[in-house]
């Protein structure tokens, strides 16, 4: 029982930086652009979110409030990426396929070569602690499973049901849907396209940084070059895995941080298990349920991948 209750514990923290981002690039989605550069906007992300408490952890000074700098610096970083990478997409019409793995790299790279120039070499923080909820906490079982975790743990699952509601219920929401849908169409009605694909963008890059920002702060408490790991490009999966809804998205994040905290657990019961086989894993079950669940693909936004050109009929 304790095997299973740590492998359930484990799952919960492990599916924030997949949850949190995979909800950024629905709503990118939702509006018609796909971003494979997930990637290298949560590894900028990662290295923004924790350069701020080293460079002040280094002067003594208390850094819970840093730790929250990081974040919003995360965020920012990311929104900064998901405008320029709208530029390239949205205004000069690229491929969305080929710039979202120019800014993958670009993202990656940039975030390597700051870490060597300023840090240098692994450095590890404070980073944000554990927030147990009173009470609920010692809870046998579900205790420890759901409410022995940091902030941004609870903030991520808030964020579904909220993401769910301002793409269904909130004006800006239906605007998305609709330029992601039939872009014509909402245009010939008064909505701004490109002006709400550049929205969808900020909205989608900014939690790709805090997702990245996550993995820095809050489970590594270090930064380095391999850190993402390929979570962003899993990110971007789980959208269509999860049919464009917050709920099965979560539910994927889910799945594949269960298989990725199974194969940690093996390794630290020391079970006869080739290793390799442990790592990959994570990666494998997401291609195998990917390869199961498109049945329901037609569901996906009409123009997603689609520029859009007011003067022409694309």
């Not at 209750?5 to 949850?19: D, E, H, K, M, T």
């Amino acid at each position: 029982m304790n095997f299973i209750i740590n492998i359930l514990s484990l799952s919960v923290p492990f599916s924030v930086a997949l949850l949190i981002a995979a909800l950024g690039e629905v709503v990118n989605q939702r509006a018609g652009i796909f971003n494979l550069g997930c990637e290298g906007i949560m590894a900028l992300g990662a290295f923004i979110g924790i350069f701020i408490p080293y460079m002040v952890g280094h002067g003594g000074a208390t850094p819970g409030v840093f730790n929250l700098l990081g974040l919003i610096a995360a965020a920012t970083t990311g929104a900064l990426l998901g405008l320029f990478f709208g530029v390239v997409v949205v205004s000069f019409r690229a491929p969305q396929g080929i710039a979202g793995i120019g800014l993958q790299m670009f993202g990656v790279g940039t975030a390597g070569t700051l870490f060597r120039h300023f840090v240098g070499g692994t450095q590890s923080v404070p980073g944000i602690g554990a927030a147990p909820i009173p009470l609920l906490s010692q809870l046998p079982i579900l205790g420890p499973i759901l409410f022995n975790h940091n902030i941004l743990v609870y903030l991520a699952f808030l964020m579904v049901p909220l993401t769910w509601y301002l793409l269904s219920k909130t004006p800006w929401g239906l605007q998305v849907r609709a330029v992601g849908t039939y872009p014509r169409a909402a245009d010939s009605i008064g909505i701004h396209v490109n002006q709400v694909r550049y929205q969808a963008l900020a909205v989608g890059g900014a939690m790709a940084g805090l997702a990245g920002a996550y993995l820095s702060l809050c489970q590594a408490k270090m930064f380095s070059d391999s850190m993402i790991a390929g979570r962003g490009f899993i990110a971007v999966a789980l959208v269509y895995f999860g049919h464009w809804s917050p709920v099965k998205i979560m539910g994927g994040a889910l799945l594949f941080s269960l298989a990725q905290s199974f194969q940690l657990a093996i390794q630290g019961q020391g079970i006869n298990f080739p290793y390799e086989f442990a790592v990959m894993l994570p990666y494998l079950t997401v291609i195998v349920v990917l390869a199961f669940a498109r049945k329901n693909q037609h569901m996906s936004p009409a123009a997603l991948g689609k520029p859009f050109n007011r003067e022409m009929r694309i």
